[in-house]
């Protein structure tokens, strides 16, 4: 199949946008009228009420704030701010630990209470404020998973949550058939499973976050949704953030969030 090709500028609170969307869908965070987001998102077309809704996501726009103030970036949507945190990129070797540690301590140490000095293992383990980070070395301690700790559902939702990457086989309509690589546990690593075959959604009553998809592209997942074209760039930063923060939960602290909620 074909080589990932460098897909079009995209300027930064759309691709947000395109990311954002699919998580805001499911009501996990940012503003209540996602439709509206979703349409700003597919048009591709700037506002002020497109940047006023992305501030409203309190999960990722920290992230944001902390990625562009380490780098001297002045806007938290700069697209290179945007991609680095969704996908990753040079400007997160350049965030120091201790910006990272301080934007833990002052965002999550009240709500992860005792379980915050696990919670900080993964920044002192070598994480990075990109996504795969929130989602493996943080969120478990942070009480995002409620109650429910059964192991198929919180394997679910650490795997949905997360950004995968995958290859397009087929597009009919708004449904893409990809195959992607989904999360394993064993009951003591959290892996990337063999290669699968999985239905995504590309477009809903008639606005696309992905557009112009062929066989052959490779794709970034998040949820049910295709969010972006990847470039060849992009898929190895993609790849490798997430294998960085795996081995991190995997080897690299002694409280792994992902055990506690696995068991």
């Not at 000095?117 to 301690?141: D, K, M, N, Q, R």
């Not at 060849?232 to 790849?239: D, P």
């Amino acid at each position: 199949m074909s080589s990932p090709a460098e897909p079009r500028l995209v300027p930064g609170p759309v691709l947000f946008a395109r990311y954002a969307f699919p998580p805001n869908s499911h009501g996990y965070c940012g503003p209540a009228d996602n439709t509206a987001f979703l349409e700003m998102g597919s048009a591709g077309v700037v506002d002020t009420g497109m940047r006023l809704m992305a501030r409203q996501f309190e999960g990722a726009w920290p992230y944001l704030e902390l990625i562009a103030g380490a780098v001297g970036v002045a806007d938290p949507l700069d697209p290179r701010v945007v991609e680095a945190y969704w996908v990753g990129n040079g400007l997160l070797p350049r965030v120091g630990t201790a910006a990272v540690g301080d934007s833990m301590e002052d965002r999550f140490r009240h709500r992860a209470g005792p379980r915050f000095a696990s919670l900080a293992e993964g920044v002192l383990a070598g994480g990075l404020p990109t996504h795969s980070f929130h989602v493996l070395c943080i969120y478990p301690w942070i009480g995002l998973l409620g109650d429910d700790r059964r192991h198929r559902a919180a394997l679910t939702v650490l795997d949905r949550c997360r950004i995968r990457w995958g290859q397009v086989l087929s597009v009919t309509g708004d449904q893409v058939v990809v195959e992607s690589r989904a999360l394993t546990w064993d009951g003591r690593r959290l892996e990337l499973g063999p290669p699968g075959v999985e239905t995504a959604v590309r477009a809903l009553d008639g606005f696309t976050l992905a557009p112009d998809l062929v066989p052959g592209d490779w794709v970034a997942l998040h949820w049910e949704w295709v969010c972006d074209r990847l470039s060849a760039r992009q898929l190895a930063s993609l790849k490798h953030y997430t294998r960085h923060h795996l081995g991190i939960v995997n080897n690299g602290v002694d409280h792994p969030g992902p055990a506690a909620v696995l068991g």
